[in-house]
């Protein structure tokens, strides 16, 4: 009986602590921080009891791993990404030191420079795996990417030609 009342807590907690995080990474695909690694973790948290998030867990790893990859691919595009971790990390910091500013607090600036961190270590990680793929000659991660958009773009096309034939 005990074993069985611990199962329930437990999925009844991860179901909660899933789902806050889910809305957590929602939200900051609007607000400063990384959602999709954000809704990823959220999904984590639910794949530990339920299987359908499981499946969700693996395509927001994908999403986030994807537009890292791709940032990394431009010189422009990772330069902003590390400047804006940096702004988000020194937000953060003013938003704990300066009491004016609106939503001050430890919290409020905590998040900021946690956000600002991930940010930073999502970006060398993807600029560190197009390193190690081109010093060993294979294709860099944004570049597997962009070969496995065109192959789902040509079996579209494909698709859409056949359907087209059989009308």
């Given at each position: 009986m005990l074993n069985r009342s611990a199962r329930l807590a437990r999925r009844i907690v991860l179901?909660?602590?899933?789902?806050a995080v889910l809305g957590l990474g929602i939200a900051m695909l609007a607000l400063p921080g990384p959602g999709f690694l954000i809704i990823a973790l959220g999904f984590f948290i639910l794949s530990l009891e339920y299987e359908w998030a499981r499946h969700r867990f693996e395509q927001a790893r994908q999403k986030a791993a994807d537009l890292a990859d791709q940032a990394a691919a431009n010189p422009f595009s990772t330069a902003f990404t590390i400047v804006f971790g940096l702004g988000?990390?020194?937000?953060g910091v003013a938003w704990i030191v300066v009491d004016t500013l609106p939503a001050s607090s430890p919290w409020s600036g905590g998040?900021?420079?946690f956000s600002g961190l991930v940010v930073l270590a999502t970006m060398f990680v993807s600029l560190w795996q197009a390193r190690q793929a081109r010093e060993a000659g294979l294709?860099?991660?944004a570049e597997l990417l962009e070969?496995?958009?065109?192959q789902e773009h040509q079996a579209e096309e494909k698709r859409a030609r056949e359907h087209e034939r059989q009308r």
């Open positions: 179901t909660v602590l899933g789902l988000m990390i020194a937000a998040s900021l420079i294709p860099t991660p070969q496995r958009e065109e």
